[in-house]
């Protein structure tokens, strides 16, 4: 299993606001193990454990264990990541929360919660409520509190700065205790917070559920620019799931051996060569044409960097003898690995 990742977007904004709240920047990043260019763009995925351990260092420098409550109803969604611009521009809650649910992989991988939604809009006795079904755990980095709080913060701080007129949040229902900084929750959250609850739950006025609660229209166009984007992002990630990615980062490192194994590579990959042979065949693909298709892949970065020759392409990607490489190359391309060369240099 691979380490659950996240948006880098939100590790370089909290980076930001502890820093600016007192925390070492360099203790920040060495904490967490990341560099500054690992944050440079926002759609950039980072581990969890990163940030949560960057968050464990700036509340032990500021002493603040609200530092992470503090930062999310201090910054807005939409300059950290591409969820909050379709967010903002959704028509309704109702359709928010549906956005919301569709792209939360793209924040964080650990998000989703099997077999339903993670957010539910629920309607309950003359009430509104916004419940969040995420199970929550906790580790020395990352009390248990840390996420709920983020979360429902998160909701608040929005409508707060885009509906700073009317009433959103009522109250709020968790299932962890009252955290260290309890005595701030007044001042932070403004509602009255019902501790070891059987869920973690926000209600908020009525009045958003109804038709009238409409946002404010003519966003449709940059809804539409914004989930194509999106989309754009979790088709990347689904690719990077797939057997097939994970099979190319297993032969890239050896693809100058030329010859490579199945068996090997399944054992690599922690399965049995049935198990790896069945996942190839549910993808529809085969590992020759995995390894042929790399190779093809790699020759064209290759030359058209122009840094080095034909033959040392050909060594580099597994040819035994650079005439073997030249006819698979005017297979792939129609053309010779110097006529492509001498074409990506004259563009």
């Known amino acids: 299993m691979s380490e659950p990742m996240m948006a880098a977007g939100f590790v370089a904004a909290f980076l930001d606001y502890a820093s600016e709240k007192g925390a070492p920047r360099g203790a920040l990043l060495t904490a967490s193990g990341l560099r500054e260019e690992d944050l440079d763009d926002q759609d950039n995925r980072v581990p969890i454990a990163a940030y949560q351990a960057m968050i464990g260092a700036g509340i032990a420098a500021t002493q603040d264990t609200a530092l992470l409550l503090r930062h999310t109803l201090d910054t807005k969604l939409e300059t950290i990541s591409i969820v909050g611009q379709i967010v903002h521009t959704s028509a309704s809650l109702a359709h928010s929360i549906e956005q919301l649910n569709r792209y939360l992989r793209l924040m964080s991988e650990n998000d989703a919660v099997a077999g339903q939604d993670r957010f539910e809009l629920l309607a309950q006795n003359g ?14 980095e990352a009390p248990p509190y840390l996420a709920l709080e983020a979360s429902f913060a998160r909701f608040i701080s929005e409508f707060r700065r885009s509906f700073p007129d009317l009433t959103f949040e009522l109250e709020m229902e968790v299932t962890y205790g009252p955290p260290p900084h309890v005595q701030d929750y007044p001042d932070l959250f403004r509602v009255p917070v019902r501790f ?145 060369r001498e074409e990506g240099a004259g563009a």
């Open 127 to 140: 009430e509104a409520w916004i419940v969040d079904h995420m199970p929550i755990g906790g580790s020395s």
């Open 196 to 340: 070891n609850s059987t869920r973690n739950a926000l209600r908020i006025d009525p009045v958003w559920l109804s038709a009238d609660s409409a946002f404010e229209p003519g966003h449709q166009y940059a809804f539409g620019i914004f989930t194509r984007h999106a989309d754009g992002l979790l088709q990347e990630l689904e690719r990077s799931d797939g057997i097939r990615a994970q099979i190319e980062g297993q032969i890239l490192p050896d693809l100058h051996k030329g010859s490579l194994s199945m068996d090997k590579i399944s054992r690599d990959l922690g399965m049995s060569r049935q198990t790896l042979y069945r996942r190839l065949k549910e993808e529809g693909v085969t590992f020759a044409e995995i390894h042929d298709s790399l190779r093809e892949r790699m020759a064209r970065d290759y030359l058209a960097a122009r840094k080095v020759s034909v033959n040392e392409t050909a060594y580099l990607l597994g040819f035994s003898e650079a005439s073997s490489f030249v006819r698979a190359f005017k297979r792939w391309t129609g053309m010779t690995p110097s006529a492509f």
